[in-house]
């Protein structure tokens, strides 16, 4: 009745470290992770820091329409000669 378990034996050899070849190789792509980590940590510094000038730029904008506004009465001008746009209601 009572069937014998076979023994299974497991032929390759017990190691305790990987290979040369294999560490180098795995050293590389974790240092190009890295890398590629720390890239994009910069660009994404970077980008903040332009949105960041580009909201006190937009605040300038704002700050010059408001100036424009008081002065001329409106801040519809052509930014290329400096001419007020005359429209319909400008004109009343």
Same mark, same amino acid.
């Given at each position: 009745?009572?069937? #014998?378990?076979? /023994? %299974? ?5 017990? *190691? ?6 294999? =560490? ?7 240092? #190009?992770?890295? /890398? %590629? ?5 910069? *660009? ?6 332009? =949105? ?41």
């Amino acid at each position: 009745m009572g069937k #014998k378990k076979e /023994k %299974i034996v497991d032929l390759k050899p017990e *190691v305790d470290k990987i290979s040369d070849e294999h =560490l180098s190789e795995i050293q590389t792509l974790v240092n #190009k992770i890295n /890398k %590629i980590q720390f890239q994009i940590g910069a *660009v994404e510094l970077q980008k903040h820091t332009m =949105l960041h000038d580009l909201a006190v730029t937009q605040d300038g904008v704002a700050l010059m329409q408001d100036k424009l506004y008081k002065e001329y009465g409106t801040y519809d001008v052509n930014i290329q000669d400096g001419s007020i746009n005359k429209t319909e209601q400008n004109d009343g």
